[in-house]
């Protein structure tokens, strides 16, 4: 009798209604509150977000109310988190901004919002990977090793990245755990000894004034502020490897959002004491880099600020991972309804991941590295300072169009409607809110991406990975009526 050996990939039948029993190699169902929180707040890259943001902030704004600008972001979230988690339970695939949007507006813009997404994240993914091969290669020069190559770096950190993107999620959960628990410690002993030696003039709460938002330039202290939280969305990204999606989901959207919210608004306010509230000013646009590695130096000890270098290219890491595994799970949704090739919609038998669209992940980020870098771009001060612009950019338009598709699929399902304040109230100042922020963004584009040829090509960029989504949709209605039908399955 010959025992015949299952090929490593099978097609998942991947319908809203399909039980896991019936399905030939479902992904792995075992994610919960902890493991898809620990992926969304990595993607925000806590540790990256007070060293780098938090000067910018400052810096851009000319107001030391810092924490404030995180208040506000906070707030605006939670409530687009309202709309969001209210919706969950009704978009049953894991495509997360696109399926709400395509519940909401329907396949046209849906489809349009699935390829806008998946452009979205490859230029985020594009500008992590090489800002942390630019990271590692000064990291070493700065421990007095040799000087290499920027690059070389970065084909390891891809390297590391696909391999574990192309296994089981929870592999990834537990690494990202690890780093962000180790973050967070960082920043947090940084902040009490701060607060223990009393900072640069004493405990205040001056920085905490409302006063100071009429001060300075506050819209664009709000716009970057809102870039540091880029990342939280990923939780409904996980919805079909998570053991009880529709408790799981806004479990972990809720601890995402507040958890990063809180964290960041403490932090900023110890920054402020740790460096003066009347001096924060001077010292984020003197000394962007050097501000907050000098308070862990100055409070701590000199040993933390070299911790610090090291931990910031692990914190850049578990933000790369989380985006690799966010756009793998886009491609591999993708390619279930057709819009992608057939052969990224599949399961690994053995890891129970989409390991295929893992591996395209990869591969399309590593053909992108490989251009900029024969263009000769500079790591950071082009493809990382252009492509995560635009990519945030990208990220505060679907969030917005997200809110827009809360509201009108609760208008016309008013069996759903089961609240006025999540399906109506919250959603519809979510999306005002959203709306603005998406304007000072592009307002203040030239600010994000100084090159103003630069900026006009990724905004084209930007509006043709639209285009081409919502013309696959117009194709198949005329053409492939049963895969135009099948985009809501």
Known sequence: MTIQTPPPFEPVDAGPHTPMADTHSPLHRNLGVGSIAFMALAGAAPLGAVIAAFPIVVSVSQSPAIPLFFVLATAILTLFSVGFTRMARHVPNAGAFYSY??????????????????????????????????????????FNGPITPWWLWTAVWVLITGALGYRDVELSAKVLGVVLVIEILVVVTIDAAILVGGGADGISAASLNPGLLTEGFPSMGLMFAFFSFVGFEATAVFRNEARDPDRTIPRATYVAVIGVGLFYAFSAWAVTIGVGTNSIVTAATDDPTGMVLGLAQSFVSPIMQDIMQILLLTSIFACMLTFHNVLTRYTY????????????????????????????????????????????????????????????????????????????????????????????????????????????????????????????????????????????????RARRPRAYQALDA
């Open 101 to 142: 949007v395509q519940a909401g507006l329907g396949r046209i813009p849906g489809t349009g919002a699935a390829t806008f997404a998946v452009g979205t994240y490859v230029m985020l993914s594009l500008a992590l990977a090489a800002y942390i091969g630019a990271a590692t290669s000064d990291a070493i020069a700065a």
């Open 333 to 476: 949704t993708m390619g279930t309804k057709g819009i992608l090739p057939a052969a990224v919609g599949v399961v690994n038998v053995t890891h129970r991941a989409p390991s295929r669209a893992s591996l395209v992940v990869s591969t399309v980020i590593a053909v992108l590295l490989l251009a900029v870098l024969i263009a000769g771009l500079d790591p950071v001060a082009e493809v990382y300072t252009w492509f995560s612009g635009a990519a945030t950019l990208g990220v505060i338009v679907l969030m917005a169009l997200t809110s827009l598709s809360v509201l009108v699929f609760f208008r016309s399902r008013p069996e759903a409607n089961t609240g006025i304040w999540s399906t109506a109230v919250a959603p519809a100042v979510a999306l005002v809110c959203l709306t603005v922020v998406t304007w000072l963004v592009v307002k203040n584009f030239p600010v994000l991406v100084p090159s103003t040829i630069a900026a006009n090509v990724l905004l084209v960029v930007l509006v043709a990975t639209f285009a081409v989504g919502a013309a696959v949709a117009l194709v198949f």
